[in-house]
């Protein structure tokens, strides 16, 4: 498969609980971009990286939110002290900076629910 | 300020009947417009983009339209099936330097057999 993937898929955490998401874009694809959509929203730009470098973040992500893409590969969004509010669909999705159309591809997304 | 808006918020239609859902957006300087699908608790798939040149793009039993100047897209889906059923999402990116998608809220659709 050579399409957008996130692990996990769904994560349950306690409230205060840390968690780490990973995405993998599409391999040749040098733009990655983190999403977060809660129930009944549409989803909301959180960070966008082109390679290593984080360009842009978003007013949502706050200081308990961190993104990387250390290599320009793959990409980590952490959340510390989680609180409930941060239950939403967590969505990655990849560009290629050359390409005509600047069309993103989304992964699968990976559920948090903190109780 | 940039803004996406999308009407209905839910619609529900007998099996086989046409049906547009409408998208608006501020501002007509935009790059490109794309619409999703997303399934209940799901990811989202990519059903048409339209670059800011194009007025219109096909794919099956779905026709997306562009208006720039009066800043509309409207998503066309021929002789519904009960499987379209879903919520459809409209998402611009503006021209600039702003890489990032608005989205709408997105129409829930329920096409009953």
């Known amino acids: 498969d050579t399409g957008v993937s996130q692990d996990p898929r769904h994560k349950i955490t306690k409230r205060g609980q840390n968690v780490t998401f990973r995405c993998d874009p599409i391999?040749?694809?040098?733009?990655l971009y983190w999403y977060r959509q809660t129930l009944g929203q549409g989803p909301e730009f959180l960070t966008y990286?082109?390679?290593?470098?984080?360009?842009?973040k978003s007013r949502l992500l706050s200081d308990r939110f961190s993104a990387e893409r250390p290599k320009g590969s793959f990409s980590t969004l952490e959340i510390q002290r989680t609180e409930q509010g941060d239950s939403a669909m967590y969505l990655c999705?990849?560009?290629?900076?050359?390409?005509?159309?600047?069309?993103?591809?989304f992964g699968p997304g990976t559920r948090l629910t903190v109780t | 300020k940039q803004e996406v808006t999308q009407i209905p918020a839910a619609l529900s239609v007998p099996e086989g009947e046409n049906l547009v859902l409408n998208c608006s957006f501020t501002?007509?300087?935009?790059?490109?417009l794309q619409w999703f699908r997303q399934d209940p608790g799901k990811g989202l798939t990519s059903l048409l983009l339209?670059?800011?040149s194009q007025r219109e793009q096909t794919s099956g039993r779905l026709n997306a339209s562009l208006d720039k100047s009066s800043g509309r897209s409207t998503l066309y889906i021929a002789a519904s099936q009960p499987g379209d059923s879903a919520t459809y999402l409209c998402?611009?990116?503006?021209?600039?330097?702003?890489?990032?998608?608005?989205w709408g809220l997105g129409t829930s659709l329920a096409v009953n057999p």
């Open positions: 999705a990849s560009s290629l900076r050359t390409s005509q159309t600047g069309e993103q591809y």
């Open positions: 990286f082109q390679n290593e470098a984080q360009l842009e």
């Open positions: 501002d007509s300087a935009i790059y490109n």
């Open positions: 391999s040749e694809h040098n733009r």
């Open positions: 998402a611009v990116r503006w021209a600039g330097n702003n890489r990032k998608l608005i």
């Open positions: 339209i670059q800011s």
